[in-house]
Every structure is written in structure tokens, then in C-alpha cells.
């Protein structure tokens, strides 16, 4: 049966259906955050400083897992919008069975070469030894959720590409619910404390898994899932792995430098851990939702380009940029705004919420340039090219963090919470210089002229 998209990306306006996308993508984003932020916050008010440092200084660790397959996805959303916008149906099925297959590999390997690394990981970053213990613990609980988290990323990716963003949102809300739920029984009722908020999460993430894989069971098209159906395609996977894998690893390249930077974090000491940790959270929040606009805009030119309407490739990406700009502007000015009732939801500490601070107004004031890198990484994915943007970010990223952390900060005058975190704003806006570039290259790779000879704006 035919794919009807749920939003129609190859015709008509193109900002209202941007929007129309990525609001529900947004709070979906949001609610997966929550996981995180509950998990701080419950610990924080009802654990010790030590254990609130524990989940705070692993919530990089656990965005790295979760960040890699939701970038991982690329390979499947790309693929799967440019068969629908081609109307390849055969394929599309294919994907689809492939994907369901893979994901369920994929988070498999991902947790087992997790235990492998996990202490390793946590050592080199410098986690203080009374804080040690507890992260390792709700680090390898988390683990364990890797399949489920894998499995409803994938599937996700799936309906994303039709234009279904509606129904994993509330698969979302049905799983956060679930774990603000069983956070708050786990610690306060049976004193669970770092491994109830651990596997709280993993049951919820489960349920969100399950209920994506139910959705794919109950289409009546041609993202239809059958049990029996699922397969490891060669040629599909080598298609994921080619978009994937660069996507994934440009993930890794971010979070190596942020595991950088919390090894340095963690030099400064507990109070210093804990306010970067509620910081971060806070930061967080702002972040996915101007990075919802990248799948968007990586989704919608896949399909033009698909449906071979390419007059629409520049336009979407300036209505993309012009959105993530919105968003990171008024956003970051709200939460500026409101920055110590925010840190309060975390920690009553005023110790940990002035060093909070320190990094909290350096990231945010300028988040909107992250935003906008961030869109044009996924305009160049649309585009088909995941690699590109990997080495960009390779050497714009975590290349020049290394370097400032490595020169800059060890001077004994200016090593200080201020001089670790002007890196990011500097390496934003380099990295965001250098897409835009390779954007204006690669998209003369495409004509300027769609099927119906309509040329570019």
C-alpha cells in the first residue's frame, strides 16, 4: 500500500510545515531529557552531594549512548524519505524490516562494548573516588537499556520520515510519566537512591520501545512491520552504515570533547561537578529543542530531493536556519531570565548554584550559534552527505576544544570555569562557518531546477 505522509513535504508552504514537524519533535525531545533531569533532581533533593554528582558527571557518558543512535538514525530517516518521496515501495519495505533488525544489533553491541569501556571512561575523566563508585553504578544499569533506547530511536526514524512525529510524542509522555513515577518510589520508598533513578529509566525506555514497535505492527501502509519480515539486508545496512555511521560518530566526536571538559570540571571538585551537572540539565532543555530543526530540515530535503524538486533544497534551509534562530534566541533569553529558580529545581546548595552560573550564562547567551551549526549539519545530511560534516566537526569541534584545553587552560592565570567554557561558543562559531561552505558545494551537486522547471527563489 501506498505511503500518504502525515505532513506533505513536496508540496506548498514550507515554514508552517517545518513547524508542524518539529513541534512535536520538540517535546519529544524534551520528555527524553526529562529521563535525565528527573533522575538529577530526585537524587539531588533526596540523595547526597556525592550521589548527585554521580548522575550529574554521567549524564555526558549517557547523552553519548543516546546521542550516537539517535544519529544513527540518520542512515534509516534519509533512506526512507527519499523512497517515499520516490515512491519506492519496495524498497521502503525493505528499509523498514532492515532497520527493525539492526537497531536490535546495534544497542546489543553498544551495551556490551559500554561494560567494556564504562570504568575506563570514568577514571580517565578524572571522577573523584568517593564519587566513582556511584556513577559506576548508574552507568551500568543504564547500559542495560542500550536495545530498547536503539530500538525506539530506529523505529522512530521511521514514522519521522512519513511525517508521523504525533505518535512518538506520546509514546514519550505514556514512558516519562513511567519514570518520574517509579524515580520517586525507587529512591524515596525503597532507598534505591543512583540505582533507582538507573533503572527506572531503563523500564521506561523499555515501554517507549515497545510502543513504537506496536505502531510499526498497526500501520496500513508500506511502513507496515512484520515480525516475520525482519531481516539484515546487505545492501540496506551498507546504505545506514554510509550515512549512519558518520552521523554517529560526529555524536562521538562532540561528546569526546565534552568528556574533555567534564575531566576538567571534575578538577575543580564535587560543588563544581554538581552546578556544572545542574547547568547542563538546564542547558540541555534549550539544546534539543533547537536540534529538532536539523531532522526536520534533513528529513524534508531528503524527500524533495526524492520527489526531484530541487527548487525547494535552498528554501527549506533558510526556513530552517530562521527557525532554529527563533527558538535559540528566545529560549536562551527566557531561561537567562529565570536562571536561579531553574538551579533550584536541582539543588538548594547556593555553593553549587553560583558555580552553576559561572557556566550557565556562557553557554546560553550564545546557544543560538549552536543551533545554527547544528541545522546546517542536517542540510548537508539532506543532501546525502553525513561524512562531510563529521570531519567539519572533527576539527571544528572537538579538534579546537582539545587544543584550548590543552594550551589556554593549563596557563595558570586564566584556568578557571570561565576560560573551559569560552570554548564551546568559539568552536560553534568556526564549525558553523566551515558547513555553510561546504553547503554551497555540495548543493551544486543538484540542479537548479525541479522536474517542473521551476527555478530556484
Known amino acids: 500500500?501506498?505511503?500518504?505522509?502525515?505532513?506533505?513535504?513536496?508540496?506548498g508552504p514550507i515554514l508552517s510545515k517545518i513547524w508542524t514537524f518539529a513541534i512535536p519533535l520538540m517535546f519529544s525531545a524534551i520528555i527524553q531529557l526529562l529521563f535525565n533531569a528527573c533522575d538529577i533532581a530526585v537524587v539531588g533533593h533526596f540523595g547526597s552531594v556525592n550521589s548527585l554528582a554521580a548522575v550529574g558527571s554521567s549524564t555526558?557518558?549517557?547523552?553519548?549512548i543516546t546521542n550516537f543512535f539517535i544519529n544513527m538514525t540518520i542512515g534509516s530517516n534519509v533512506l526512507a524519505s527519499r523512497c517515499i518521496g520516490e515512491d519506492n515501495l519496495k524498497l521502503l519495505r525493505k528499509v523498514v524490516h532492515t532497520t527493525v533488525g539492526f537497531s536490535f544489533v546495534a544497542g546489543f553491541i553498544g551495551m556490551i562494548l559500554g561494560f567494556l569501556i564504562i570504568e575506563h571512561l570514568l577514571n580517565w575523566m578524572g571522577t573523584p573516588k568517593e564519587v566513582l563508585p556511584l556513577s559506576l553504578l548508574y552507568v551500568r544499569i543504564y547500559l542495560i537499556g542500550a536495545i530498547p533506547t536503539a530500538v525506539y530511536n530506529f523505529g522512530a526514524s521511521l514514522l519521522y520520515a512519513s511525517g508521523e512525529t504525533k505518535k512518538p510524542l506520546y509514546f514519550l509522555i505514556i514512558a516519562g510519566f513511567t519514570n518520574v513515577i517509579l524515580n520517586l518510589i525507587f529512591v524515596i520508598y525503597l532507598k534505591m537512591d543512583v540505582a533507582g533513578v538507573a533503572t527506572a529509566t531503563i523500564i521506561a525506555q523499555t515501554l517507549s520501545a515497545f510502543l513504537v514497535l506496536r505502531c510499526l505492527?498497526?500501520?496500513?501502509?508500506?511502513?507496515?512491520?512484520?515480525w516475520q519480515h525482519i531481516m539484515l539486508n546487505k545492501a540496506v545496512i551498507k546504505r545506514l552504515l554510509y550515512l549512519g555511521v558518520p552521523a554517529g560518530i560526529q555524536s562521538s566526536i562532540f561528546t569526546l570533547s565534552n568528556l574533555v571538559i567534564q575531566g576538567a570540571v571534575n578538577s575543580f571538585g564535587p560543588v563544581y561537578m554538581a552546578g556544572s551537572a545542574a547547568s547542563q540539565n538546564i542547558e540541555n532543555f534549550v539544546w534539543t529543542t533547537m536540534n529538532t530543526i536539523q531532522p526536520t530540515a534533513t528529513t524534508f530535503i531528503a524527500q524533495n530531493i526524492g520527489a526531484k524538486k530541487f527548487s525547494r533544497i535552498n528554501k527549506i534551509s533558510l526556513r530552517a536556519l530562521f527557525s532554529v534562530f527563533t527558538i535559540g534566541a528566545v529560549l536562551g533569553s527566557t531561561v537567562l531570565l529565570l536562571d536561579k529558580s531553574l538551579f533550584h529545581i536541582f539543588t538548594n546548595d547556593d555553593e553549587i548554584i553560583r558555580?552553576?552560573?559561572?557556566?550557565?550564562?556562557?553557554?546560553?547567551?550564545?546557544y543560538f550559534v549552536c543551533g545554527l551549526m547544528d541545522v546546517m549539519t542536517g542540510c548537508l545530511r539532506g543532501l546525502g552527505s553525513s561524512l562531510v560534516p563529521a570531519i567539519v566537526s572533527l576539527l571544528g569541534a572537538c579538534g579546537l576544544r582539545l587544543v584550548w584545553i590543552g594550551t589556554i587552560f593549563q596557563i595558570p592565570k586564566y584556568r578557571s570555569f570561565e576560560t573551559l567554557f569560552a570554548s564551546y561558543p568559539i568552536s560553534w562559531v568556526i564549525t558553523l562557518s566551515v558547513h555553510i561552505i561546504?553547503?554551497?558545494f555540495l548543493r551544486k551537486k543538484f540542479p537548479k531546477v525541479d522536474e517542473n522547471n521551476n527555478k530556484i527563489d
Open 1 to 11: 500500500m501506498a505511503i500518504k505522509s502525515d505532513i506533505d513535504m513536496i508540496h
Open 60 to 64: 555526558t557518558i549517557v547523552n553519548f
Open 217 to 226: 505492527r498497526k500501520r496500513r501502509d508500506s511502513l507496515r512491520l512484520f
Open 355 to 366: 558555580a552553576g552560573l559561572i557556566r550557565f550564562h556562557i553557554i546560553c547567551s550564545t
Open 438 to 440: 561546504c553547503f554551497y
